[in-house]
């Protein structure tokens, strides 16, 4: 099996750029998906296969990708995208699935 | 609108069985693979098991593996988990999810005596 390791938690200023980073052996084969998670919330969708939107994401929400390291980039992060994001991917078997640790973003 | 909703949840002691349904509505269910996720309180997202949309390749995470089994009916449009051998570490909101691209609201089992 692989592991996607996110840093816990990171802040950023009101309009200001946040970059989430997951980082994994299996992302150098699989791309990456990110979920964006409130409180007492289902997760929903905001990046597919490394950079894709899907309808009603806003476009400050963007995703790359370089070596066996993911990244969500929020562009003028607004006091809505204040929770909890999760990346997943493939594990290295391709047959299985795995989230990242999380990181809480608090947008100050 | 894609709907995808969890019900089956609820307390049960350690050892215990549960079955949790996903009934799904907006879409074709018969062209989509299926995945439950589960979030024990506080805690992430763990991927616990998949189905493909003929029930083909069928995938379990080694915590659950030979305890749960994962099934899906297109004729009824749902989703199944069988949860045998339950343990405290069991205890979890379980999310189905279509893909991954949507998920229902949860449903929380509670594995205690």
């Known amino acids: 099996s692989s592991e996607l390791t996110q840093d816990p938690a990171v802040s950023v200023a009101l309009g200001q750029t946040i970059r989430i980073t997951c980082q994994g052996d299996?992302?150098?084969?699989?791309?990456a998906n990110w979920y964006q998670q409130k409180p007492g919330q289902a997760p929903i969708l905001v990046i597919y296969s490394k950079n894709n939107r899907p309808s009603g994401i806003p476009d400050r929400f963007s995703g790359s990708s370089s070596g066996n390291t993911a990244s969500l980039t929020i562009t003028g992060a607004q006091a809505e995208d204040e929770a909890d994001y999760y990346c997943n991917s493939r594990d290295d078997s391709g047959n299985h699935y795995v989230f990242g640790t999380g990181t809480k973003v608090t947008v100050l | 609108e894609v709907q995808l909703v969890e019900s089956g949840g609820g307390l049960v002691q350690p050892g215990g069985s549960l079955t949790l349904s996903c009934a799904a509505s907006?879409?074709?269910?018969?062209?989509?693979?299926m995945n439950w996720v589960r979030q024990a309180p506080g805690k992430g997202l763990e991927w616990i098991s998949y189905?493909?949309?003929?029930?083909?390749?069928?995938y379990y995470a080694d915590s659950v593996r030979g305890r749960f089994t994962i099934s899906r009916d297109s004729a009824k449009n749902s989703l199944y988990l069988l949860m045998n051998s339950l343990r405290a570490d069991d205890t979890a909101v379980y999310y189905c999810a279509r893909q991954f691209d949507d998920w229902g609201q949860g449903t929380l089992v509670t594995v205690s005596s």
């Open positions: 189905i493909s949309r003929d029930s083909s390749s069928i």
């Open positions: 299996s992302l150098r084969t699989y791309y």
């Open positions: 907006g879409f074709s269910f018969s062209s989509h693979s």
